[in-house]
C-alpha cells in the first residue's frame, strides 16, 4: 500500500450483538492503525468480512461472497475474514479464495495490529489458534457507532456445548474480564455521554471476575449505579446459570432495564436433555416464577429452535405449552439447522423441512397472540423511552422503551422535536402485537428537549 494516501478500509459485518461489538473494536483498532474507514468495497484498500456461522449455509454464503472479491483483487485490495466463519474454515479460505490475506477468529484479535503489519509486507495471517487463550479483547479505541447506547463485553466465548451450537468452536473458551476494567470502561462511556449500556457476552451469567470481586449481580448493579447511566441491560443469558439475585438486583435498582432475555430453547425436558441445556422445563419455570415474583413488572423474552433431532410432535406442544405459561414478549424462533463440529451433527437430522416450517408457523402464531395480548396491557400506560430516530413519513418519533419495545410516538404541531439519545415520557394510544404507538405525555412537554 502506498504511503502517500491514507489506507482505507471498508468492513461488512454479520450475525449476533458481539459480532457488531467486535466490529467496533476491530475498527477502532484499524483507525488507531492510521486506516481511514469508507463506506463502499471500491473505495478500500482493505476489505474486511465479518462473518457469522450461527445458522444455515453460512460457509457458502462467505465462500460467494468472496467469489465476487476476486474480481476486485486486481486492483491491488486486500481481504480480510474474520469472525466465526474464519475461525471454522481457517486455511480452508486460503484454498478456496488464495487472494484473501487474512483469516482470523475473534479469540485472535487483540494481535490485530501484528497481523495488520504482517499483510501491509504483503505476507499472509491467521489468528487461529488462540482458543485457549485466557485473555479478552479489550482497547480503548472501540469505534461506537451510536453516542448514546454501547455495548461493553464482560465475557468472550462459551463453556457450554450445547449439541446444536458452533459457539464454543468458533469463540472459543469462556474468559471474562475484571469488574474493574469494565467498570472503568462503562464510567468513560457515562463520562463521554452514553446514558444506555449493554453487557455483553455469550453468557453473561457465567461471568466470573477474574480478580474475585464481583458477581455478575454485583457487577450488573455497579453499572447501573454510575453517574450518568440511566439504562442497563445484559446479554445473552443462560438458565443454568441465571439466579435469583441477578432478579433481586433488577428489582432494587431502576436504571436495571425490567427485561430478560432468557433463550429457552424448548419446553421439553427430554429435548432439552438432548441438547445438553443442563435444565428441565420445571427448573426454567422456576427462574420464571422469581421474575414473576418481583416488585416490578419483568418483560421476558426468549430464543426457540424446533426440529431439533428427535423432537416429537408431543415434544414439540410442550414448546406451546411452555411459551403460553412463561408468557413471553417476543421470541426468535429457528429451525434448527446441522452445524459443523457440534455434537449433534452426527445425529440424523430427522425432521423434514417442511414439518420445521409447519412447526415454526405454528410457534409464531401462537405467541404473535401472546405478544398481542401483552402488549394490549400497555394501552393508557405513561412509559419512558429513548429516542431513537425519526419516521418523517408517519410524523412519528421512534422510541425504547426500558422494556427493550418500540414506541412509535407523534409530538404536538410546532413542538420542537426531541433529540435523539434523550428521555421523554410518551402516553400509549395503540398496541400492536410488536409495538406499540403513543403521543408525548403533557408532563414531558417541557423536558422534551432536554
Ligand atoms: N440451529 C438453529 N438455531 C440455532 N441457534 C443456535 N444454533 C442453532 C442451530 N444449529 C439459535 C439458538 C440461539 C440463537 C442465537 O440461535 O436459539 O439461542
Ligand atoms: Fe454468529 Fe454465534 Fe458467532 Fe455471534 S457468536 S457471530 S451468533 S456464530
Same mark, same amino acid.
Not at 416490578?296 to 426468549?302: F, G, K, L, V, Y
Given at each position: 500500500m502506498d504511503s502517500e494516501h491514507t489506507k482505507t478500509? /471498508?468492513?461488512?459485518t454479520f450475525g449476533c450483538q458481539m459480532n457488531f461489538h467486535d466490529s467496533e473494536k476491530v475498527i477502532g483498532t484499524l483507525v488507531q492503525q492510521g486506516y481511514h474507514q469508507v463506506q463502499t468495497v471500491e473505495e478500500a484498500d482493505l476489505v474486511f468480512y465479518n462473518t457469522c456461522s450461527i445458522r444455515?449455509?453460512?460457509?457458502?454464503?462467505?465462500?460467494?461472497?468472496?467469489?465476487?472479491?476476486?474480481?476486485?483483487?486486481? $486492483?491491488?485490495?486486500? /481481504?480480510?475474514?474474520?469472525?466465526?466463519?474464519? $475461525?471454522?474454515?481457517?486455511?480452508?479460505?486460503f484454498e478456496k479464495a488464495p487472494y484473501v490475506s487474512l483469516v482470523a477468529g475473534s479469540a485472535s484479535y487483540r494481535n490485530l495490529p501484528k497481523m495488520l503489519v504482517q499483510i501491509e509486507q504483503g505476507s499472509r495471517a491467521t489468528g487461529l489458534d488462540d482458543r485457549q487463550t485466557d485473555e479478552t479483547f479489550e482497547t480503548e479505541f472501540t469505534a461506537r457507532s451510536n453516542p448514546h447506547r454501547g455495548y461493553i463485553t464482560i465475557i468472550e466465548g462459551c463453556d457450554k456445548f450445547c449439541a446444536y451450537c458452533v459457539v464454543p468452536y468458533t469463540r472459543g473458551k469462556e474468559r471474562s474480564r475484571t469488574s474493574d476494567s469494565v467498570l472503568g470502561e462503562a464510567r468513560r462511556m457515562a463520562d463521554a455521554g452514553y446514558t444506555d449500556i449493554q453487557l455483553l457476552g455469550q453468557n453473561v451469567n457465567s461471568y466470573k471476575d477474574p480478580l474475585a470481586r464481583k458477581s455478575f449481580a454485583e457487577l450488573l448493579t455497579a453499572v447501573g449505579e454510575i453517574n450518568g447511566i440511566r439504562r442497563v &441491560? /445484559?446479554?445473552?443469558?443462560?438458565? &443454568?446459570?441465571?439466579?435469583?439475585?441477578?432478579?433481586?438486583?433488577?428489582?432494587?435498582?431502576?436504571?436495571?432495564?425490567?427485561?430478560?432475555?432468557l433463550p429457552v430453547q424448548s419446553g421439553s425436558t427430554?429435548?432439552?436433555?438432548?441438547?445438553?441445556?443442563?435444565?428441565?422445563?420445571? $427448573?426454567?419455570?422456576?427462574?420464571?416464577?422469581?421474575?414473576?415474583?418481583?416488585?416490578?413488572?419483568?418483560?421476558?423474552?426468549?430464543?426457540?429452535?424446533?426440529? /431439533?433431532?428427535?423432537?416429537?410432535e408431543s415434544e414439540f406442544e410442550e414448546t406451546l405449552s411452555l411459551i403460553q405459561e412463561v408468557g413471553y414478549d417476543s421470541i426468535f424462533t429457528f429451525k434448527y439447522s446441522p452445524r459443523p463440529n457440534t455434537p449433534a451433527i452426527d445425529r440424523e437430522d430427522s425432521i423434514p423441512e417442511e414439518e420445521k416450517t409447519r412447526r415454526l408457523q405454528v410457534l409464531n402464531d401462537v405467541q404473535r397472540e401472546i405478544s &398481542?395480548? @401483552?402488549?394490549?396491557?400497555?394501552?393508557?400506560?405513561?412509559?419512558?423511552?429513548?429516542?431513537?430516530? *425519526? @419516521?418523517?413519513?408517519?410524523?412519528?418519533?421512534i422510541g425504547r422503551t426500558s422494556q427493550n419495545k418500540t414506541l412509535n410516538f407523534s409530538i404536538p404541531d410546532g413542538?420542537?422535536?426531541?433529540?435523539?439519545?434523550? *428521555?421523554?415520557?410518551?402516553?400509549?394510544?395503540?398496541?400492536?402485537?410488536?409495538?406499540?404507538?403513543?403521543?408525548?405525555?403533557?408532563?414531558?412537554?417541557?423536558?422534551?428537549?432536554?
Open positions: 478500509f /471498508f468492513i461488512e444455515d449455509k453460512a460457509e457458502q454464503k462467505v465462500f460467494n461472497r468472496l467469489n465476487e472479491y476476486k474480481k476486485l483483487q486486481n $486492483q491491488g485490495k486486500k /481481504f480480510a475474514v474474520i469472525g466465526c466463519v474464519a $475461525q471454522q474454515e481457517g486455511e480452508k479460505i &441491560r /445484559f446479554t445473552t443469558s443462560h438458565p &443454568r446459570d441465571f439466579t435469583k439475585d441477578i432478579v433481586d438486583a433488577i428489582d432494587a435498582l431502576p436504571t436495571l432495564c425490567d427485561h430478560v432475555h427430554a429435548v432439552l436433555a438432548s441438547m445438553y441445556r443442563e435444565y428441565s422445563r420445571e $427448573q426454567y419455570l422456576e427462574r420464571v416464577s422469581w421474575m414473576k415474583s418481583a416488585r416490578r413488572h419483568i418483560s421476558m423474552t426468549s430464543d426457540i429452535i424446533v426440529g /431439533f433431532p428427535g423432537e416429537t &398481542r395480548a @401483552n402488549y394490549a396491557k400497555h394501552l393508557g400506560q405513561t412509559l419512558e423511552v429513548m429516542v431513537e430516530g *425519526y @419516521n418523517p413519513a408517519r410524523g412519528q418519533i413542538h420542537p422535536q426531541p433529540k435523539i439519545g434523550s *428521555y421523554v415520557e410518551a402516553v400509549v394510544t395503540k398496541t400492536l402485537p410488536n409495538s406499540l404507538v403513543g403521543e408525548l405525555a403533557a408532563s414531558a412537554n417541557s423536558a422534551a428537549a432536554d
